[in-house]
C-alpha cells in the first residue's frame, strides 16, 4: 500500500459517531486488520500533555482513546495505554487528572508508566514502547509555542521518560534544534498506525493555553510524516513550513509531497479549516528583506506569570530546564537573563498563567 491518509467527518464525541468514524477510517485506509494482527500486544499512545478535561482540548479525547482500545480488542490484540506528560507531572497525577484512569479501568486496559529505562542513542526511552508489537499513535490537532505545530511526529516525543524533554529544551533551544531532537525520539519507535483527534483542537498559544476549536475531522494513516503534511494543508501552510515535519521528510522517515499522498474520505480543499491561527504574528521578517538580520537583534520575547492565574502549584518551576522561576507567597517570576525560552512552562501550566510576552518586532517575526 502506498502513502494514504484517510479524512472523516465527526462532528462530536458522541460514543457512536465516534465509533463509526474511526471504522469508517480505518477502512479507508484498507482495514485495522492489514496493520493489527491477533495476539499482538498494541501500545495506544494518546497525547497526554497534563491532567487535563477532555472538554479543554488539550489531551487526546477519552472517547477516541475508549474507541480504539475496543477496535483492538476486536482484533483479538491486547491493548495497553501509555504516555509521558509534559514536566514534572507524573504519569499517574495525568491519568487521574484527565480521566483516563477511570477510563482505563472500565474498560479493563492496563495504563503504563516508565517504571523500565532503555537507553536508545542517548535518549531514556520508556521500557514499554519496546514490549509491544504496535504502536498506535492519537496526537491531538494542535498548535505549539515552539514548532508551530504539534502533530503525529511530536505526539511520539512522549516516548521520552521522565524531565529529559525539558533537558532537550535546554541542550536545543532553537526550533530547528528542537525539531531534529523531537525527530531523534520518533526516529527510535515509529507508529503502525496513527488516528488524529481533529474533531476539536487548538490554535493560537497552543498546546495548553489556546483557543479551543471545533475542527470535526479525524485524519487517519500509516505514515506520521503525511499525517502531518495533511494537517498542514488543511490550515492553508506548506507542510515542510513545519519544522518537525520536514526534518522527518529529509531522513526519509515518511511523506510530505502532498502530490505522493493519496488522500481518501474527505478532501483538503472541501475541508480548509478558515482562520487558523499559529502562534506569533503575521511575519514581519518577509517584509524587512535585508534588513531583517538587523532588526532580529531587537527582538524580546519570553514567558511571563500572570499573577492573577498563578495558582502557587510550583509545575511550571520545577519543570524548568534552568531553573528561571520563581515562585513564593510574594511573587511568580520568570528570570529572562536564564530563560532559554524553550517555552516548557507555558506548555505545562494547568492553569493558562505563563504568557509569552513579546515585542512588536517579536510579534512581526512570528515569535
Do not use: W
Not at 517584509?287 to 514567558?303: C, E
Amino acid at each position: 500500500m502506498g502513502t494514504r491518509v484517510a479524512i472523516v467527518k465527526c462532528r462530536d464525541y458522541d460514543r457512536a459517531r465516534v465509533k463509526e468514524a474511526i471504522k469508517k477510517a480505518f477502512d479507508l485506509l484498507g482495514g485495522v486488520d492489514l496493520f493489527i494482527k491477533k495476539g499482538d500486544r498494541v501500545l495506544i499512545k494518546p497525547n497526554i500533555l497534563s491532567g487535563r478535561l477532555p472538554e479543554d482540548g488539550v489531551c487526546t479525547h477519552l472517547e477516541v482513546i475508549r474507541q480504539v482500545a475496543r477496535i483492538v480488542k476486536e482484533c483479538g490484540a491486547l491493548p495497553f495505554i501509555g504516555d509521558n506528560p509534559g514536566g514534572s507531572m507524573t504519569p499517574a497525577k495525568a491519568y487521574e487528572g484527565s480521566g483516563l484512569t477511570s477510563l482505563a479501568k472500565g474498560e479493563g486496559v492496563e495504563l503504563k508508566e516508565a517504571k523500565d529505562i532503555k537507553v536508545v542513542k542517548g535518549i531514556p526511552v520508556a521500557g514499554y514502547f519496546f514490549e509491544c508489537d504496535k504502536i498506535i499513535n492519537l496526537p491531538k490537532m494542535k498548535t505549539h509555542s515552539l514548532m508551530g505545530l504539534t502533530g503525529a511526529v511530536k505526539n511520539m516525543f512522549g516516548a521520552c521518560a521522565g524531565l529529559y524533554k525539558a533537558e532537550l529544551h535546554k541542550r536545543f533551544p532553537s526550533p530547528e534544534e528542537f525539531a531534529r531532537a523531537v525527530v531523534d525520539v520518533f526516529e527510535i519507535r515509529k507508529p503502525s498506525l496513527v488516528l488524529m483527534d481533529g474533531i476539536t483542537g487548538m490554535d493560537q498559544a497552543g498546546p495548553s493555553a489556546g483557543r479551543v476549536r471545533d475542527f470535526e475531522l479525524l485524519i487517519a494513516g500509516q505514515d506520521s510524516v503525511a499525517i502531518d503534511a495533511v494537517f498542514a494543508a488543511l490550515i492553508g501552510i506548506k507542510p515542510l513550513d513545519v519544522f518537525t515535519t520536514k526534518e522527518a521528510y529529509i531522513r526519509k522517515l515518511g511523506e510530505a509531497d502532498l502530490d505522493n499522498i493519496e488522500v481518501s474520505g474527505e478532501g483538503i480543499s472541501e475541508n480548509l479549516i478558515d482562520d487558523f491561527q499559529l502562534p506569533g504574528g503575521p511575519g514581519l521578517i518577509r517584509t524587512l528583506g535585508p534588513l531583517a538580520k538587523f532588526a532580529a537583534g531587537f527582538v524580546k520575547f519570553g514567558p511571563s506569570i500572570n499573577e492573577r492565574l498563578c495558582r502557587k502549584c510550583m509545575i511550571c518551576r520545577d519543570t524548568c530546564p534552568v531553573s528561571a522561576i520563581t515562585i513564593n507567597s510574594e511573587r511568580s517570576k520568570v528570570d529572562l537573563k536564564k530563560c532559554i525560552r524553550c517555552m516548557c512552562c507555558h506548555e505545562v501550566c494547568p492553569y493558562k498563567a505563563v504568557e509569552l510576552k513579546r515585542n512588536f518586532l517579536a510579534k512581526g517575526f512570528g515569535l
